[in-house]
C-alpha cells in the first residue's frame, strides 16, 4: 500500500506482453519476472524485498489522493473523494496476512488538484494514526517533482517539511534528489517521459533511500538476523 502506481503499469504491461494468463498484479505471479523480463521495469525495491522473503502487497491505485487512502470509516468531506474501500488504509489493515510495515506515498495528486497543504497533511498523519494503532510500523515518503507551475511546486516543499517535522526518522526524502534545477522532475536523468512518474533509476533512487531508512533500524523493527 502505498507503493507508486508504476509498478501497476509495469504488471499491465507483463499481461499485455503475454507473460501474465489474466488481469492480475499479484506480486507472488509477478515476482518471477522481475530480474529478467524488460516489462518489469521499476521491480528493484520489490525484488530487493522478495530476495530477502518479504511479501509485498500493493493495493495502491493510479491517480488517487490522500482522500481515497483515508479510513473507510471517515466523514465526507464536501467536493472531495470518498475513501476507496479497495485501496485505503482499512482495505490494507484487512490484508491477510497482516501486514507489518507501510510504505505510504502519495508523491503529487493531491497538489496537483489544488488541494491545500493542511488537507494533504491531516489526511496522511490519519493514514499513518490508523496504521500504528493497528500495530504497523509506517514509513512516510516525500512528495517527489513533477510538471506543475512554480506556486504549486511550493506547496510540495511545505508537504514535506511538515512531514518530515511530524514523522521524524520514519520519513523518506526523495523530492530533491529527484528534482532538475527547476525542481521539477529531472528530465535528463528520472524522468519517465510524461514528467510526473520517475523513470527505472528513478525507482532505484528511491530503492536505496528506503532500504537505507530499513536497514537503519530507526523506524522500522526488524526481526533478529
Known sequence: ?????????????????GHLPGPSHSFELVREFLPTVPEAGAGLLLSSMFANNVLVINIAKGGTTTYDGLATTSPQVPNRPSPDVTANITAALAVVPKPKVLLLAYPTNDTANNYSVAETVDNLLAIRSA??????????????????????????VEIDAAMSAAVGPCFVAVRADLAGSDSKLNNLLYDSGDGIHPNDAGHALIHTKVRELIDSRSCVTLAAP
Open 131 to 156: 496504521a500504528i494503532t493497528s500495530g504497523l510500523d509506517v514509513i512516510v515518503l516525500s512528495t517527489q517533482p513533477r510538471d506543475l507551475s512554480p506556486t504549486l511546486l511550493a506547496l510540495l
Open 1 to 17: 500500500y502505498g507503493l507508486h502506481d508504476q509498478f501497476l503499469k509495469q504488471s499491465n504491461r507483463l499481461i499485455e506482453a
